[in-house]
């Protein structure tokens, strides 16, 4: 695992397969699809920044990198993607051996340019839409929060603020005299120039007879986009007064009623009001929603409380009347949002779902941040909220305006990318006939990104037939450059290239050389994000058998057997733990959605989609850390045999964190031990656990929800549901102290049995 840590460390990628196959047909059967999960704004310490622009290839527009030949006598250097040879241009003169730019080291495979003198025009914006139809005690959480927050913000940041119930209010926060509003009506569609009209845009200066309206530029005067968007600093004092007085909802609610509540026309008003103002700058609409939505052009649920919300039952007997309507709306939203480079986060706090299934587009083609709590008051919200906006070691890095390209050899093509971002439509010689997400495109819109953002590419090789193996011996290397195009946090304009060259293989022994390239966590993770969206696009699919139909192919051509000899199976360790993830990946909730609502289930799968390789993988299989008298704290494997009396558990699951204390423990606990200063070692075995967790809390987004339980306890189900269930209610006897799990679920080792029979069949 080392080595490909190591690559990470470099460029930000990894590849389930670091050896490629060569041929389209031995791609088919590596089952495991050619793919690279990419980070393209990782931090890294030693990074060169370049003052000057990039130099690019005459044909294929190709960055220069560390794996193009250069002539220097001839001041030449040739493309290894197109092969075009391209002159140095006269600043490059002095070039040779011992004097290369920084782009040529061949330890710089991932640079970025900055262009001196180019700063955004305009400061990074923030449109906050607050739902009013909670419960007094929820609207004070949720004014403390939103009040925290205002003060975090850069000072030179635009704000604006929209409150929505029935009622749609745009706050004038620039009429600083009195509280001044714009109100529409929820159940209406406001259009862009409507909205303008309305909110008088025009009154002093006359609106252009033709062209779009787009900002300060064209059509609008600054002195009327500054009555709703205002520098933090100048504002502080209007917002905090606004939100003092914000109440509830005040329309009477029946008591067989949902609240009337238009979350769709609000956040169409937010961004056709930010399209017509600061189009083209790094603008996040940040919806704080507090239920379902019932009114407007896309109502999840009716107002009537005997119709209860969707649940995955209903979906898939395709029983929702709204359902499409809203997922076509939020369509719609995502383009126009992707058209004006803008972001919409959404933070949802309700017992019930609010529609994050339905609004997931929007959120996951524009970029934006997702967080699901109970409430406004949970730590969850609180603390995820308090990290958007901080700065320092922990930093998101937010970024907006990217413009993700690709450009790979000759060989290979395009076939999508599964992550947060939008195709841009570029067709061209690269794009595969195959289809995988956002496809069918060379270039991808990034409205927003951060430090943590992960793309999964898919790749499709294109080259029928094996070559001889002279050319194999010769070219034998298979080409990738990333670009991506960005503003940072500070509004600098970056351009960050990463060249990678993989070997590939073909004919026969190339097993042995596929495998020594495997990769077994991006393999996972490849499949999960891959499951996932089969989930979500193709009707009657069944993730189950897809997934034991890939695994026991991919057993099958990679294990060592003979033909029905059971005790002969063995798998190299390069893929040892690879039935294990899978077993892990079928149980997850990405794949059972049974006990999960929609909405968590929408929730989750877009969190896996713009995580990198690490965290996505704990979310599969869980980290498990046992603390005990014994010995210090030590890996446990993720099975109900770790349980025992004397001992504490520390789950990671990403969403949740969980301390589990044995039965011992927690009675000694109870009787306070930890106390008496004779029992210190206790206490430090106690707090132990408790240190490690508050490490994984400060440098994870969205914050995770820490449970603390003890064995038997209510709680205790947040461990149980994750662990192998080696001993279940019909095993032998247990061990003392340990515990069972009620389940007919089978246990990994009947599971691996069975794997194994199939294989050698």
């Not at 898919?458 to 050319?471: C, G, N, Q, W, Y």
């Not at 499951?531 to 099958?556: G, Q, Y």
Request: aromatic content about 10%; proline content about 6%.
């Amino acid at each position: 695992m080392a080595e490909f840590l190591d690559l990470e460390a470099q460029d930000g990628v990894r590849m389930p397969w670091n050896v490629i196959p060569g041929t389209k047909q031995e791609a088919i059967n590596c089952v495991v699809p050619v793919s690279a999960i990419y980070t393209p704004i990782k931090h890294f310490p030693n990074m060169p920044v370049l003052p000057y622009s990039p130099l690019r290839c005459r044909t294929c527009r190709a960055i220069l990198n560390p794996f193009c030949m250069v002539d220097f006598a001839a001041k030449i250097w040739i493309c290894p993607f197109c092969f075009q040879r391209n002159h140095f241009p006269p600043h490059y003169a002095s070039i040779s051996d011992e004097n290369l730019p920084a782009e040529l080291f061949p330890q710089y495979t991932t640079i970025e340019y900055e262009t001196p003198g180019e700063v955004a025009s305009i400061p990074p914006v923030f449109m906050f839409v607050v739902d009013t139809c909670i419960i007094e005690e929820e609207m004070a959480f949720l004014k403390s929060a939103l009040s925290q927050a205002i003060e975090l913000l850069p000072d030179n940041s635009l704000v604006g603020l929209i409150t929505f119930g029935t009622f749609v209010h745009v706050h004038e926060l620039g009429f600083g005299q009195i509280a001044k509003t714009y109100v529409f009506k929820g159940s209406k569609d406001v259009t862009k120039d409507q909205l303008l009209e309305q909110m008088s845009f025009f009154a002093r200066k006359p609106k252009p007879s033709a062209g779009v309206i787009a900002g300060a530029r064209d059509g609008l005067s600054s002195e009327s986009i500054a009555r709703f968007l205002l520098p933090a600093s100048e504002c502080e004092f209007t917002f905090n007064s606004v939100l003092e007085e914000l109440q509830k909802d005040p329309w009477a609610v029946p008591a067989d009623q949902r609240p009337t509540r238009c979350t769709s026309t609000a956040l169409s008003i937010a961004a056709s009001l930010l399209g017509a103002c600061v189009p083209g700058s790094g603008a996040r609409i940040m919806a704080f929603v507090g239920g379902p939505a019932t009114e407007g052009p896309a109502p999840i649920v009716t107002k009537s409380l005997s119709e209860s919300i969707r649940s995955h039952k209903d979906l898939d007997k395709d029983s929702v009347p709204h359902y499409h309507k809203c997922v076509k709306f939020y369509e719609g939203l995502s383009k126009q949002l992707v058209h004006q480079g803008h972001v919409l986060d959404l933070f949802a706090c309700a017992l019930d779902q609010v529609g994050i299934a339905e609004l997931k587009t929007a959120v996951e083609r524009t970029g934006g941040l997702v967080v699901l709590a109970e409430s406004f008051g949970h730590l969850v919200f609180k603390d995820s909220l308090k990290r958007v906006f901080q700065s320092g070691d922990f930093d998101l890095g937010l970024s907006s305006n990217g413009i993700f390209e690709v450009n790979c050899s000759k060989d290979i093509k395009v076939e999508g990318i599964i992550g947060p971002c939008a195709s841009l439509e570029k067709k061209g010689p690269l794009c595969s006939d195959v289809v995988v997400g956002q496809g069918g495109t060379s270039a991808w819109k990034m409205c927003g990104l951060d430090k943590a953002t992960s793309l999964c590419l898919f790749f499709d090789i294109v080259r029928k037939e094996s070559p001889d193996a002279t050319v194999q011996s010769t070219s034998n290397q298979f080409y990738f450059q990333f670009m991506t195009y960005y503003q940072n946090n500070s509004g600098q304009m970056r351009f960050r290239v990463t060249t990678l060259s993989r070997r590939w293989v073909a004919g026969p022994g190339s097993i042995q050389e596929l495998t020594a390239g495997f990769d077994q966590e991006a393999a996972v993770i490849v499949m999960a994000r891959q499951v996932s969206f089969k989930m979500e696009t193709e009707a009657e699919f069944d993730p189950i058998r897809w997934l034991d139909k890939a695994l026991i192919n991919l057993c099958s051509r990679f294990g060592d057997y003979q033909k029905d000899s059971l005790s002969s199976f063995s798998l190299s360790p390069r893929l040892a733990i690879f039935p294990q993830f899978l077993f892990h990946l079928r149980r997850s909730q990405f794949v059972q959605v049974f006990n999960n609502s929609p909405d968590e289930t929408a929730y989750f799968r877009m969190i896996l989609n713009r995580e990198n390789v690490a965290n996505s993988v704990v979310m599969v299989q869980p980290s498990l850390i046992s603390y005990s008298f014994h010995s210090g704290p030590e890996p446990a494997l993720l099975d109900v045999a770790a349980i025992a009396a004397d001992r504490i558990l520390l789950l990671d699951s990403f969403f949740t964190v969980v301390i589990f204390h044995g039965s011992t423990i927690a009675q000694w606990r109870k009787g306070g031990y930890h106390h008496q200063p004779e029992h210190q070692a206790f206490a430090q075995l106690l707090q132990a656990p408790h240190d490690d967790a508050d490490l994984i809390i400060k440098e994870r987004f969205p914050v995770p929800r820490l449970v603390v339980c003890d064995q038997y306890g209510s709680q205790a189900r947040f461990l149980l549901a994750k662990l192998n269930p080696s001993a279940t209610y019909n095993s032998d006897a247990a061990v003392p102290g340990g515990d069972i799990i009620f389940t007919d679920d089978v246990s990994f080792e009947v599971f691996l049995d069975h794997l194994k029979r199939l294989v050698v069949q």
